[in-house]
């Protein structure tokens, strides 16, 4: 099925560094939605997009809706060792698409203490 | 708790045989979504219930998968004679109806069939 480009796949970092990934699409999305997924658990949602240049913060991290509506960028600053594990972006489109996802392949967070 | 809900959290089965999932969405929540995950994968749609109206079904839905939301509340997925290649997370989420909504996600059920 169709997925977004999500980069990088993987980042190593130190406790304290600030942390940026990024989704592109090739479709519009009306929606941008970050996840959070640790081994063996569900997604969990860290922050949600709904307008074009939408900038939303949420505690350390800050996303940013595309003004394009194709793309999405997620930042963590000042990384802490609980920031690990595999962030998603999620697009949603409009029309009788609205609440399917389509998520990109996922960025694995590693932060050294 | 409040979250969604999903049982069993792990199922061991083997190929042929059929299993079944059930998730208990968000109590106000309209819509309710099945996902799969396999390993190094974002989550992919499977299909999703309006109340109890299944709306739309993803061409990975084969013949043998089966899904249900009898009463609007909570919904089952059937695998019938499964296959090695069903091995995955299979998550469920929950949203309210509307433009502007948020997909929560249950804790998921791994199956491995082997």
């Known amino acids: 099925g169709q997925q977004l480009n999500q980069s990088p796949q993987s980042m190593f970092i130190q406790e304290g560094e600030d942390v940026s990934m990024n989704c592109t699409s090739s479709s519009i999305f009306n929606t941008w939605l970050w996840y959070k997924q640790d081994p063996g658990e569900g997604p969990v949602l860290l922050i949600a997009?709904?307008?074009?240049?939408e900038l939303t913060s949420n505690g350390r991290l800050t996303a940013q809706f595309g003004i394009t509506r194709k793309d999405s960028f997620l930042n963590i600053s000042a990384s802490i060792p609980s920031d690990v594990g595999i962030y998603f972006c999620?697009?949603?489109?409009?029309?009788?698409?609205?609440?399917?996802?389509?998520f990109g392949q996922g960025t694995i967070l590693t932060v050294h203490p | 708790d409040t979250g969604v809900s999903q049982d069993p959290r792990h199922k061991i089965t083997k190929r042929g045989q059929n299993v079944t999932f059930r998730c208990d969405p968000i109590?106000?929540?309209?819509?309710l979504y099945w996902y799969r995950q396999t390993l190094g994968q974002g989550p992919e749609f499977l299909t999703y219930f309006q109340n109890e109206a299944q709306l739309e079904k993803s061409r990975l839905l084969s013949d043998r998968f089966s899904a249900e939301r009898p009463k609007g509340s909570f919904s089952t997925l059937e695998i019938q004679r499964t296959e090695q290649g069903d091995s995955a997370m299979y998550l469920c989420?929950?949203?309210?109806?509307?433009?502007?909504?948020?997909?929560?996600f249950g804790q998921g059920t791994r199956l491995t069939v082997v």
């Open positions: 109590s106000e929540h309209n819509r």
């Open positions: 999620a697009g949603q489109a409009g029309g009788t698409s609205y609440g399917k996802l389509t």
């Open positions: 997009l709904y307008k074009a240049g």
């Open positions: 989420a929950s949203s309210r109806t509307g433009v502007n909504t948020e997909a929560f």
